[in-house]
C-alpha cells in the first residue's frame, strides 16, 4: 500500500501561541488521526532557518498516512473540518501550507 507523509506548516495568531499549541497537540491530531489511513501525527517547533529570510511558519505537523486513495483521504479531512465534525480552533492563523509527499524507498539510517 502506498505511504505518504502530509506535511502541514501553520502559524498561530498573535498573542494566542498557547491556545493554539494546546487545542493542535490536544485535540487537533487526535481528530485527524481518527481518519482511516492516517497512522500517525506529530508535530515540531522551527529551531532554526537556514535561508535568507525567516519562513512564515514556525509550526510543522507530518502526518504519516498509508491509503490507496490519498486524495480521498486529503478529501475527508477537508469535508470533516468543513462539516464541523474536526474542529479548527480560531487561534490558529488562516494561513497555511500543506501537501502530501509519497514515499519513494525506505528511511537510510546511520
Known sequence: MPR???VVMTKPVAGRER???DWYQNV???DVVAIDGIQSA???RLSLSVQADPPPFPYLAIYEIETE???GTIEEMKRRTQSGEMFISNAMSGELFAAAYEELAPPVKA
Do not use: G, V
Open 42 to 44: 506529530q508535530r515540531f
Open 69 to 71: 486513495d490519498i486524495e
Open 19 to 21: 491556545e493554539y499549541n
Open 28 to 30: 487537533h491530531l487526535r
Open 4 to 6: 505518504y507523509k502530509f
